[in-house]
């Protein structure tokens, strides 16, 4: 970052820190891998998970997304994952800068999500004022993104991400906490406003204007482009579901659940485990918002499966059960909780359950997820249109080759955005929604 302009971040969030009680980043200076394990070296922590000597360290630089530094350090005695925020979006460069706090609220996010549910990664140590998150290692697990695109089917998944979403929705909001407590932790996560603008602008409103960063398969999407921009409903249905995402203010959020923040490993034996990374766009938000989230991210990849090198047909119909399984296991527990642990102020128990109306509670609690999963559907729509149409695409389209080929399987997935969400309320349910997506490959055929 040319140094004028470091120097005026740097001012401004100083300011903003300071007077927010968030980390000062005056002394903030990005680690070069040169020079990792001689920083990391600070940490007493860091030290006894590794042991040995710095010099006995070996450092790889792994991240491959669009926003830190990631390194894998490696010690004689174990090995750790080292997360540094900096303070520009890497994916774009230094014109694009970004508040280094964003790694504050991933952190805060991280403790919260191991309370409420777990799998997540444990936190060995954190530096505020480095933005540094250092974290254990998931060296056996795989991005669930890539082992998709490899054809691996991983069943635990869809029933680890159900519960964990449920629990950490449920149990941040305030159908579990009283709402003076709410209140508290929705304004500490409302500051995260940097990372929402980037939601804000590429997942809502980006995709259907003419913008710099916007991009897409060309030419072969040209005459799509232009039809969904001059698309009245499609716009409507997504600045409606802009405005749910601007106020309501449900539960916090994972605020990125996708299968790329998702990681997997399974042992010999056949046992797996699932990880959930990368909470960084954490903020409160309707809960519909993180479960539309993954399910667009399953039927991308269902999508995805036709441009691949092998038959993948049976890959597809897994791919469609797991969309279902993901929702049913959610709503499951989603009652289940709202069975053992409603103690919050909404839908206060004294009204129900007190004075012996179960019925009525279990009334209430199918109302919930019936408007829940039909705002999840609107906003699978919008999470599926925005990876084809702006910034940041997937790498289950992405590897299509060539051009023509991807286009086809984009189409197709742009056909079905449009619509989960201009048709979010007659499809009802993500059972219906996997039917029109059967339906529209056929049609596309």
Excluded at 87 to 93: E, H, I, M, N, S
Excluded at 257 to 277: A, F, K, Q, Y
Aim: negative net charge; hydrophobic residues 40%.
């Amino acid at each position: 970052m040319p140094t004028c302009i470091w120097e005026e971040w740097m001012a401004e969030t100083t300011t903003v820190q300071k007077t927010e009680g968030r980390p000062d980043y005056s002394s903030y200076r990005p680690m070069e891998e040169c020079d990792v394990a001689q920083r990391l070296a600070t940490y007493p922590e860091v030290v006894e998970v590794l042991g040995g000597r710095p010099t006995e360290w070996a450092v790889r630089e792994v991240g491959d997304g669009n926003l830190n530094f990631v390194y894998i350090v490696k010690g004689p005695n174990g090995s750790l994952c080292a997360k540094q925020a900096l303070p520009f979006v890497r994916l774009v460069g230094e014109s694009w800068p970004l508040p280094l706090d964003r790694s504050h609220f991933e952190h805060g996010a991280l403790v919260r999500q191991a309370q409420r549910s777990g799998h997540v990664p444990k936190i060995v140590t954190y530096d505020p004022g480095q933005a540094l998150i250092v974290m254990e290692n998931l060296g056996r697990h795989k991005i669930w993104r890539n082992a998709l695109i490899a054809g691996e089917r991983h069943e635990s998944a869809a029933d680890v991400l159900a519960n964990f979403m449920a629990e950490t929705l449920f149990r941040s909001s305030d159908l579990s906490l009283d709402a003076a407590s709410r209140k508290v932790e929705m304004v500490h996560f409302a500051a995260n406003t940097a990372l929402c603008k980037i939601t804000e602008d590429l997942v809502f409103t980006d995709p259907y204007r003419a913008h710099e960063l916007n991009r897409w398969t060309s030419p072969e999407l040209d005459d799509t482009v232009a039809a969904i921009r001059a698309d009245a409903e499609w716009k409507h249905a997504v600045q409606e579901m802009k405005a749910l995402f601007l106020t309501r203010t449900e539960a916090l959020l994972h605020g990125d659940l996708h299968t790329g923040s998702v990681m997997v490993s399974r042992t010999e034996t056949g046992s797996e485990d699932v990880r959930i990374i990368d909470p960084e766009f954490a903020y409160y938000g309707p809960m519909g918002f993180d479960v539309g989230a993954l399910m667009a991210n399953l039927l991308l990849a269902f999508y995805a499966q036709d441009g691949l090198a092998d038959d993948r047909s049976g890959m597809k119909d897994w791919l469609l059960a797991q969309v279902e399984r993901v929702w049913s296991g959610f709503a499951e527990r989603f009652t289940e909780l709202w069975r053992t642990e409603r103690t919050g102020d909404s839908y206060h128990r004294s009204l129900f359950e007190d004075v012996g109306d179960e019925e009525a509670s279990a009334a209430a609690c199918n109302t919930y997820l019936a408007r829940l999963q039909v705002e999840a559907i609107g906003f699978a729509g919008a999470k599926m249109a925005r990876r084809i149409l702006g910034l940041a695409h997937v790498a289950d389209l992405e590897t299509i080759e060539p051009a023509e080929r991807r286009a086809k399987q984009e189409k197709r997935a742009l056909a079905l955005a449009r619509m989960l969400l201009v048709e979010r309320h007659a499809i009802g349910n993500f059972a219906e929604a996997c039917e029109r997506a059967r339906q529209v490959d056929g049609e596309e055929r």
